[in-house]
């Protein structure tokens, strides 16, 4: 298992991606494709995109075929499953069979052993249908570890799905919690997912600040009503965020979700994730007697 391809959705990334670039350049395994995918940027994002795909086969670029004034929930979902969908198809195309799909966010810089240490993880587990790396992130000068990671629930920053397992939970799911809602599909089709501790990929800010602490932790909230986390592990997770600095994401995070809940917003149309968060997810916790509340 060698072969993989990789999406990227950027929206005012200049700053972030060149690091990035030099960091896949730099891969001991690199993807026989990478797409650039800009969402509307206006810092010349795009423009960086295109010129440096142009030296480069392996890189490409494509604008999103969607607009919205909220680069959060649904809309990034859709265009994360839209590139996965594009960059697939165009390696197909280009006459290559992908053994691996993923994600990559913008904002994350790699070690070099960083794919080939995913793409190992996947050929030694036949079982094994979802991978990522562990997260870490600088914070007030000093880089650490983000908490709250569980090793069975991969990470969406660096998620990376067989292409077995990709086909059958029908892509990447186009809703609010898509990384969370996709291991939890793998899951129910009985593949393995895994986070690897000893692949560690870097946050350039931290995870759900990009656009303040108060609309990363309301948009945290929202998931949880979208995927219907049963009320023990919601109060819970509130009080693992407000246990950690800044100590105000327990506020926010409660007040997404009461928001969702008084507007009477949808919720999970999959009835096998909404059942696992309602209840399969407690029942784990119970079984394992571990009082810590996960991210999705």
């Not at 990478?34 to 994002?45: L, P």
Request: glycine share 10%; net charge positive.
């Amino acid at each position: 298992m060698r072969v993989f391809v990789l999406t990227t959705p950027a929206f005012d990334e200049l700053e972030n991606l060149p690091g990035q670039l030099a960091d896949l350049e730099a891969q001991e395994l690199r993807p026989a494709l990478w797409m650039v995918v800009d969402d509307g940027s206006t810092d010349g994002t795009y423009e960086w995109a295109v010129e440096q795909a142009a030296s480069r086969p392996w890189m490409e670029v494509r604008r999103s075929p969607e607009r919205s004034g909220e680069y959060l929930g649904g809309h990034i979902a859709r265009i994360k499953r839209w590139g996965l969908e594009q960059v697939i198809a165009l390696a197909r195309e280009r006459g290559v069979e992908p053994d691996a799909a993923g994600v990559l966010d913008a904002d994350i810089r790699l070690p070099p052993e960083h794919y080939r240490l995913l793409l190992e993880a996947l050929e030694q587990d036949p079982r094994l249908g979802v991978v990522s790396s562990t997260m870490q992130a600088e914070n007030e000068g000093a880089t650490q570890k983000e908490r709250l990671q569980r090793e069975d629930l991969p990470r969406g920053a660096t998620q990376t799905f067989r292409m077995e397992t990709l086909e059958q939970i029908g892509g990447l799911p186009p809703w609010p919690g898509f990384d969370g809602a996709a291991n939890v599909k793998a899951k129910l089709l009985g593949w393995g997912t895994r986070r690897l501790p000893h692949v560690v990929a870097t946050h350039e800010r931290l995870t759900a600040t990009r656009f303040g602490v108060a609309q990363g932790y309301r948009r945290k909230g929202r998931y949880a009503y979208f995927l219907g986390h049963h009320p023990v592990l919601l109060m819970g997770r509130a009080a693992a965020y407000t246990l950690q600095a800044p100590h105000v994401g327990g506020i926010y995070f409660l007040r997404g979700w009461a928001g969702c809940k008084l507007r009477g917003e949808d919720r999970c149309p999959d009835e096998g994730v909404w059942n696992y968060y309602r209840n399969e997810r407690l029942r784990e916790y119970l079984r394992r007697g571990v009082p810590r509340f996960v991210r999705k």
